[in-house]
Every structure is written in C-alpha cells, then in structure tokens.
C-alpha cells in the first residue's frame, strides 16, 4: 500500500483499473422482494454500491402496510421504498422526491425496468419546499416515508441534525392524511442519533415534530439495518447507525 501511495502500479492493477474506468457506467441488475433496481457499483459518485441493501426488511415490511393507499417517498435516492410499495404492497399511487437529478433519473429507470412507469411519479425538488407547497395545496397522502441522507457525521453536528429532523418530520406528519390518518416511516443513519440516549433521542425529536405539527402519533416499531449489516457493539460500536421508526399518526 505503501509503494501505490508513492506512485507504483503494477501491471495487473493497473488493468484493472483500466478495466474498471471503462465499465463505470455499466449497471448491474438486482432483485430484491422481486422488484429490480439498475444499480452502478462501480461509479465512484454513486452511494455504497449503488443500492442501500440496509433498508431490505423495512421496505419489505412498509409494503405489507400499503394495499390501496397513497404513498410519499422523501429521499427516494432510487425509488426501492415506492417501487416496493407498489409492486409488492399494492400501493394504489407512489410519489418520489429527491433533490438529485441522477437519482431521479434511475428512479425512472427502474419504474420503467419494473413496467411501472404509469403507477409512480418521481420528482426533483428540495423535499422542505415540495412538503410546503402540498400543504398549502391541501394535498395529503396515507402513507408517508421520511429517509434524508446522514445529517450528524458526528456528536458535534447534532443540535444541527436535530433541527433539520425536526423540520422534516414536522412536515411531513402534517401531509398525512388528516380525515383517516397514516403511517410515518421516519428513518436516520446517523450514528450519532440513533445512539444518544439509547434511541430515544432520535424518537423524542419526532414526537417533538408531531406536536408542533399539531398531530398525535404512536410508536409502532422501531428496527435498524437489515441482518446483512453485522453488528460489533465492543470493536465497532458506530455499526449501529440505521433507525427506521414507523408511526401511526391519528387524524
């Protein structure tokens, strides 16, 4: 490592990088709960691989909740949430924010892959303002999925996250179905937040949102990463970084 760091390559890595630079854009087909996602393990400017493999068993089980209703994917990076809903939950109608045009356009890609493509709507927009706007349309939907990106990389960027967690959820429980009421599926993959206070931090700031909201809700579940991302609480504590909290918001 020491000798690539002063410039040496041998020949068979540098193949391979070369092999590697010539297929960067080449994407790889997965299933997953039978719906297929184009992803680019290789594009260094894509998240992980392409695919967030951690959020397998929530997208599973938010499907199971959605039959016949109206769901709002925030953060949709490639639209497994909604494209879950509606293939495998029966969704009646899914809508896709994300504030990437790369990823939108993936997202269409694997609406179209999945014959979706009249069934679910992918938008770019900054997620605050499309909230703001629907709200001031008098729009709502009955099941509402709330995943941003890391928004504490450390403890010092907490009361920062906290603020942006608190704004979000706040908004979005408002756009939940106010005649029925809904489900919230709000996530974070900080570590940070989802440590302090042994979990609950992340949770009293939804509940905190949900009042200044004006809504009443009540915890259903919480769960973490899917099995496939191993835990090492003594070695590697910030392995524990993945809370997706679903609630119930009442009319």
Sequence with gaps: NRLK?????????QRREEQVAENVDESIIVRESGVSYMTFPLHGQGQKTGFYCDQRD?????????????????CCYHGGFSLTAKLLGGASHCTGVDSSQGAIDICNKNSKLNGLEDDIFFEKGDISKFMQEKAA??????????????LAPSVSGLD?????????????????NQDEGGLLLTCT???AMTQKNGGQYFLEVVQKAATSAGRSITLLQTS???PC?????????AGAYLTAALFYVAP
């Design 5 to 13: 760091q002063d410039g040496w390559v041998e020949a068979d890595d």
């Design 58 to 74: 929530n997208r599973k089980h938010l499907a199971s909740l959605c039959s016949g209703k109206r769901v709002l994917d925030l």
């Design 137 to 150: 349309q008098k729009q709502c939907w009955d099941v509402i999925v709330l995943d941003p990106p890391k």
């Design 160 to 176: 920062r996250a906290s603020r942006k967690y608190h704004s979000f959820n706040r908004d979005a429980i408002a756009l939940i």
């Design 189 to 191: 993959c900080s570590a």
């Design 224 to 226: 973490g990463a899917a």
């Design 229 to 237: 991302h191993t835990q090492s609480p003594a070695s590697y504590p």
